[in-house]
């Protein structure tokens, strides 16, 4: 089937999310939607898949214009959806996932699951999934998830399907696997969309790139372009793609980790004998999937877990145990992976979030008193430096974007005399300019001796950072090498596989 | 099971694998150790002689059996070690980091009870009815057990049901109201239906159209209901009490057969229409919920409503589906106030019954038979204040009256389980 968007708007109050967009995907080409977070790809996708209404333009599926109320409708029209977020009960089987919406019933109005287990059998077997019918959903790993998501979409026979940033949570092993069932269904004769800001897997799978930004359509780009005329494309300027940063120089101090084992409250031990060294003046980074202890792991280095053995030392000075005030006295910068939830109060201005972790005493208090011309100077002086673009001082935060909100945490963690920064995510949902300027500051804080943990899940921006990269999977350190190993070796070592073991696959 | 269990195969690789190890609480340990701390006290300081007569049969019972007379001393304490014995192994399986299981806890409190009671019977000349005990939990628990399920439903969908005592005390007036008028308690009980249905339109109105905060609006429900009410009792009921506030009331049928077997018999077969209804009403609810389309959309849009909506399902529609038959449900225990036990209204007579059907579905986990059961064992608890004073027993009622809440603090305190509520429960859906 045919899909043809035409003249698109959506605005969000004086906001315009997609801006007079048209888009035509021709069945049996996997047609590629690129631009940065915050462009609209998303926004016009949900207006395709009747989340949104849009305030003008049509949808045209085979030169028919359509009309969808909701999501019942595009499906009922041939379109499916592989949602960013999954959009599966975790609590319900595969194929209660498969089947809900359109249920098929047996006599007394009883589900008939059989009907929807066989289904997803035969789906799974055409594309070689291993899907079992009757798994709980949240007991399978993202990757299988995944799958269900696209059998959900195929038991309803579509013909469109959407994917909307589907590789954010796989290793690069899923991403190929993906890949490749995106192929199978092109040459079945879907009409795929996919939406990304990764240029690797663009140039990788694409057969046409339409360019987005703030809203617009800015070009069409072949997949044969470069790396960097596809970025400029897609932020409007030349970009600098990789950090420079000279070889590292050691220092004794930094932090040791050792035997590390964090459970949570349902018992499940999500850290499990983590031992690791970082010296002053170097960058480690945590490479890993989504959920395999990353983000446990940082909040254990900042005291936020609660059931916490083994031992954290920092120059010396054991951590377990402190409180988080304590351990931020003893120099500890760190920006969470959620900023919007554990970084920054919305509500407040720029200069309120700035001196969040410093209201226990002078400077920023006196006599219990807030000091508030000081306060605005240190603000004055933190936003010129960090290049945070907003009116001023007295903005809230969260009026602010991605970028800017990520550059106010990291230039309140910077601002204290640091003996080790930890960074998870620290460019999550950031665009590409902010991106830049997160990294040069990391790799500053770095060379000026202090022991620096960078979480990220994307393996470009482990890669582009660390010194050494530590690969985490179920908890566990799969192991610690080289910055300089191959993609592929990393690759495997996030679906646990040994150093040793992935280099002979990766050769052999 | 193990202190480390794996999650996985063993066949897959020990990367594999993530380590979970059982957390467990002193909280269960530490009831059952303060009950029998009070228990033992009760004994020491208030000891009790003579026989207590336990009554297992009626007069009119096809099977008679001979009255029991034990004698009350030994088998209170008696079932005082019992209860130490049950503390000590609850404390060295926590200490071991083993969970106390289910069945250790009943044992606990079958003993309990039986020297409970064998201490307040002791010396009366009266027989302690073990089919009254047993027949008035049944009965006593017909409000909670509906408004149980009623919370479940509610809940399962996403909206918390904190209306039930809303519902329950506006079902007992309006059922009171048309049963008198109309001299029919089926249509009393149609009535109740409907307000509890009512309330709960009122609830969905809020919580679900216009997103308020569930609890709050389903307190300030409680409250209205109370309120209103009253205010129609003073005004309307009390005037002309004769027409508008004298029912008529269900009355107890014997099932054929059934209704002959010895103690069950009298307990479960010899009740009003709506006692039966309710033992159909309790499978009815759980196999909806889990074996229906109906029930799978509603979990869906408890769990993960965004989900629902993108699979075409309307969020807003479903719940107000299930909210409006939670409230019915929970209305026909509202019948039960002026259609069984009175034929009449009376000011807040539902006493917070409510809040221990909330209290039910947190301590059934949100399942419908679960829920059941612990409004039963709430039932229980309120009518042995009854039984007992029967006896002469030697406990002030007004004590006895704080049993049922007593309890239900201790269930859901104590002994409740680890459980997951529906993931999207109280969270209103906004589309976007």
Redesign the interface.
């Known amino acids: 089937m045919r899909l043809e968007l035409r003249g698109i708007t959506k605005r969000f109050g004086a906001l315009v999310a997609n801006d007079h967009i048209d888009l035509v995907v021709e069945p049996g080409e996997i047609h590629c939607l690129l631009g940065e977070n915050g462009a609209g790809k998303s926004t016009l996708m949900?207006v395709l898949?009747g989340?949104?209404e849009a305030e003008e333009g049509d949808i045209l599926l085979d030169d028919e214009v359509q009309r969808f109320a909701?999501?019942?409708?595009a499906?009922?029209a041939g379109i499916g959806?592989v949602?960013q977020h999954?959009?599966?009960?975790?609590?319900?089987t595969v194929a209660?996932?498969v089947?809900?919406?359109?249920?098929q019933?047996r006599g007394g109005?009883?589900?008939d699951l059989d009907a929807a287990r066989a289904q997803v059998r035969e789906i799974s077997a055409r594309f070689g999934f291993h899907v079992d019918p009757d798994a709980v959903v949240e007991d399978l790993p993202v990757g299988v998830q995944q799958r269900v998501e696209i059998i959900?979409a195929l038991s309803r026979n579509a013909d469109v399907l959407v994917f909307d940033e589907p590789t954010a949570v796989l290793t690069p092993q899923e991403t190929d696997e993906l890949m490749a069932i995106m192929r199978q269904l092109r040459d079945e004769g879907a009409a795929i969309v996919f939406i990304t800001h990764k240029l690797r897997e663009v140039r990788e799978v694409a057969d046409r790139i339409t360019v987005i930004r703030h809203g617009k359509v800015v070009g069409e780009a072949s997949p044969t372009a470069s790396d960097a005329e596809l970025a400029s494309l897609m932020v409007g300027r030349a970009v600098e793609l990789t950090v420079h940063k000279d070889a590292p120089t050691l220092r004794d101090n930094g932090l040791r980790v050792t035997d590390l084992v964090v459970?949570d409250?349902?018992?499940?031990?999500?850290v499990?004998g983590v031992s690791f060294e970082v010296s002053g003046g170097e960058v480690l980074a945590v490479a890993g999937v989504q959920g395999n202890g990353q983000t446990e792991l940082t909040e254990a280095l900042i005291g936020l877990e609660g059931d916490v053995t083994g031992s954290i030392t920092l120059d010396g000075k054991e951590l377990v145990g402190r409180s988080v005030r304590r351990i931020l006295d003893e120099g500890v910068g760190f920006v969470p992976e959620d900023r919007t939830h554990d970084g920054l109060v919305g509500e407040f201005t720029i200069a309120e979030n700035l001196m969040l972790d410093r209201s226990d005493g002078p400077p920023f208090v006196r006599r219990g008193a807030l000091q508030l011309a000081f306060r605005d100077r240190f603000a004055r002086e933190k936003i010129a430096e960090f290049d945070v673009r907003a009116q001023g001082i007295a903005t809230p935060v969260g009026r602010l974007s991605g970028g800017n909100q990520q550059k106010v945490v990291v230039a309140r963690e910077m601002s204290r005399d640091l003996r080790l920064f930890v960074a998870a995510q620290p460019t999550r949902g950031v665009d590409v300019g902010s991106i830049e300027f997160i990294h040069k500051r990391i790799i500053a804080t770095r060379d000026a001796g202090v022991p620096v943990v960078v979480v990220s899940t994307e393996l470009d921006e482990a890669v582009a950072l660390a010194d050494r990269i530590m690969v985490m999977?179920?908890?566990?350190v799969?192991g610690i090498v080289p910055a300089d190993t191959p993609r592929d070796v990393l690759g495997l070592m996030m679906a646990?596989?040994?150093p040793e073991d992935a280099k002979g696959e990766v050769t052999a | 099971m193990s202190a480390?269990h794996k999650t996985t195969q063993l066949d897959a690789?020990l990367?594999?694998?993530?380590?979970?190890?059982?957390?467990v609480s002193w909280k269960t340990a530490g009831v059952l150790a303060t009950v029998t701390l009070l228990y033992a006290l009760l004994l020491v300081a208030v000891p009790h002689s003579g026989d207590t007569r336990f009554l297992l049969s009626q007069r009119s019972d096809f099977f008679q059996i001979p009255v029991v007379v034990l004698p009350s001393a030994p088998l209170a304490w008696v079932c005082a070690v019992v209860l130490l014995a049950v503390t000590a192994v609850a404390a060295v399986l926590t200490a071991r980091r083993r969970r106390t299981p289910t069945w250790l806890v009943v044992v606990y409190s079958a003993a309990a009870l039986t020297g409970f009671l064998a201490w307040a019977g002791a010396g009366s000349p009266r027989d302690l009815s073990i089919v009254g005990l047993l027949g008035g939990a049944v009965l006593w628990s017909v409000p909670f057990v509906y408004g149980a399920l009623g919370g479940v439903i509610g809940e399962r969908a996403g909206v918390v049901n904190i209306a039930i005592e809303a519902q329950l005390l506006g079902a007992a007036f309006t059922a009171a109201v048309v049963s008198s008028i109309t001299d029919s308690a089926v249509a009393g009980l149609a009535a109740a239906l409907l307000a509890g249905a009512l309330v709960s339109l009122v609830l969905g109105l809020f919580a679900i159209t216009y997103h308020v905060n569930q609890v709050i609006v389903g307190v300030v429900l409680n409250v209205l209901v109370v309120g209103l009410t009253s205010f129609l009792y003073s005004q309307v009921l009390v005037p002309s009490a004769e027409t508008l506030n004298s029912t008529t009331r269900f009355t107890a049928v014997p099932i054929p057969v059934l209704s002959d077997i010895p103690v069950l018999g009298p307990v479960l077969f010899r009740q009003p229409l709506l006692i039966y209804l309710m033992f159909l009403a309790v499978p009815a609810v759980w196999f909806a919920l889990n074996?229906?389309?109906?029930g799978?959309?509603l979990?869906?849009v408890g769990?993960?409503p965004?989900?629902?909506?993108?699979?075409?399902?309307?969020v807003v529609r479903t719940r107000y589906n299930a909210v409006l038959v939670a409230g019915a449900v929970a209305g026909l225990g509202g019948a039960f106030y002026t259609t069984v036990q009175l034929s009449q209204f009376g000011e807040n007579m539902t006493g917070g019954a409510g809040y221990i059907a909330l209290a039910a579905v947190i301590f059934g986990k949100w399942d419908p038979v679960r829920a059941a059961f612990a409004g039963l064992l709430f039932g229980f608890a309120s009518n042995l204040q009854n039984v007992l004073s029967v006896v002469g027993s030697p406990v002030p009622s007004q004590f006895m009256l704080m049993v049922p809440y007593v309890v239900t603090l201790l269930a859901v305190a104590g002994l409740v389980g680890?459980s997951r509520p529906p993931?999207a429960s109280g969270e209103p859906y906004v589309?976007?």
Not at chain 2, 291 to 294: E, L, M, N, V
């Open positions: 949900n898949y989340l949104y909701g999501p019942g409708d499906m009922a959806m949602h999954f959009m599966l009960v975790p609590v319900f209660e996932n089947m809900l919406g359109h249920e019933t109005g009883r589900l959900k459970t409250e349902a018992g499940t031990v999500v499990d999977y179920r908890g566990k799969v646990g596989i040994s | 480390d690789p990367s594999e694998t993530t380590r979970t190890v059982t957390l074996r229906t389309r109906w799978l959309r979990r869906a769990e993960h965004k989900a629902a909506d993108t699979v075409g399902i309307d680890r993931a589309k976007g």
